[in-house]
């Protein structure tokens, strides 16, 4: 509730977290984000801390307490040294979505049948190419991963490879919850990633179904591509990137071969920051 007594400010974060902020009075400041209230401290450039505020809702100091530990990263493993980043709970740099699929040689990313037997390849296909994994660097590195309700199915027929890892399941139907760490979103995509997944995470994986990586990029939501090319030729099945919108640019960042044949190529958006 807003009183005669409130200072109310619309701010802009820039990328790195700072922002200038000009008070007429008063040393706290009630933000209004995604349709909650977060009273947070403000500090400035040159580092002067400023105090309490009179008409902070009663309790908001130990909610701002709270939620500045979480996001310095305590209990994560994370560290966000930006004082203002820390107290909005947003993360420093922004959030990378990446699309990370594997196709056959024809683009198809599944058969009708949903059996997985093309993706099989002798580890000997290509004697130069590099070990399939060669470290875990890359998978210990990724904050979350997203998925369809039909590729969330499929992975807990596999026995689950997200490990602990946060996932979310974007998804209409009601599905079993077997995972902590899972959650369902049903809804925009847009605001999926602007309310849920950047405020929390940094590097975030969305691994299929195919519609739903359609979706992410005719909705420009997809910053890099890594590609998976199998050795195979399927001749029909589910297509990859179907009727994805309109034409778009992107700079191959990387090609790695493996032994078992297969190809990863990494792409960037050449679009510019979304």
């Known amino acids: 509730m807003i009183t005669p007594r409130s200072t109310v400010a619309v701010i802009c974060i820039g990328a790195d977290g700072w922002t200038e902020v000009e008070l007429a009075s008063g040393k706290q400041l009630t933000v209004y984000l995604y349709g909650t209230t977060l009273p947070v401290l403000l500090w400035r450039r040159c580092g002067r801390d400023v105090g309490p505020s009179r008409t902070s809702p009663a309790g908001s100091a130990d909610r701002t307490e709270r939620t500045s530990r979480r996001a310095a ?11 203002v980043a820390a107290s909005l709970n947003v993360a420093e740099t922004p ?16 058969k009708h049948d949903n059996t997985v037997g093309w993706l099989d390849s002798p580890d000997d296909a290509y004697e130069r190419g590099v ?19 039909r590729t969330y199915e499929h992975a807990l027929q596999l026995g689950w490879p997200y490990g602990d890892t946060p996932t979310v399941v974007v998804t209409s139907r009601a599905l079993p919850s077997v ?9 925009d995509l847009g605001r999926l990633v602007s309310e849920t997944l950047a405020p929390r995470f940094r590097n975030v994986w969305l691994v299929g179904g ?12 997809v910053d890099e591509i890594r590609l998976s090319i199998a050795p195979v030729l399927l001749g029909d099945g589910l297509s990859l990137f179907g009727t994805a919108g309109h034409e778009t640019r992107w700079r191959l960042k990387d090609v790695v071969p493996y032994k078992t044949g297969f190809v990863e190529l990494v792409y960037r958006s050449d679009s510019g920051p979304r």
């Open 73 to 83: 990263g305590e209990g994560t493993g994370r560290r966000v040294d930006n004082p």
């Open 95 to 110: 959030v990378t979505i990446t699309l990370h699929v594997v196709s056959s040689l024809d683009g198809f990313v599944a």
């Open 131 to 149: 070990s399939e994994h060669p470290t875990g660097d890359g998978l210990d590195a990724i904050d979350c991963f997203v998925l369809g309700s």
């Open 179 to 187: 995972k902590k760490t899972v959650e369902f979103y049903s809804g």
């Open 210 to 221: 195919a519609h739903l990586c359609q979706s992410f990029l005719k909705l420009g939501l």
